[in-house]
């Protein structure tokens, strides 16, 4: 059973800086690719950014967050970071991660992010 916990969410002025964090139950990061999705209220859940298990653990983002949000990995630490700075108030949103292990998508339950203006 593969366990996602999310952590670091908060409430942040526009402008502001936080580090979420997604810690897995195994070293499952290691062998595959993780993404940070978020969902606004209303919204479809929307994917912010990739890292990928080999090939140097390439990365892409969403052009919304570009030159601004930053992902990471420390498979000792089987965690996966997503630095976001210069935040602004669209960033609010419940932020997941997700990984696909074998055709199975695996979800945490999110960390909210409030950025106020």
């Known amino acids: 059973q593969v366990q996602l916990v999310e952590s670091g969410g908060g409430l942040v002025q526009a402008g502001g800086s936080l580090r979420l964090s997604c810690g897995a139950s195994g070293s499952i990061f290691s062998r595959n690719a993780v993404g940070w999705y978020r969902q606004a209220p209303g919204k479809q859940r929307e994917l912010v950014a990739t890292?990928?298990?080999?090939?140097?653990?390439?990365?892409n983002y969403a052009d919304s967050v570009k030159g601004r949000f930053t992902i990471s990995r420390d498979n000792t630490k089987n965690t996966v970071y997503l630095q976001m700075n210069s935040l602004k108030p669209e960033d609010t949103a419940r932020y997941y991660c997700n990984v696909n292990v074998m055709g199975f998508d695996y979800w945490g339950q999110g960390t909210q992010v409030t950025v106020s203006s």
């Open positions: 890292i990928r298990s080999r090939s140097g653990g390439s990365t």
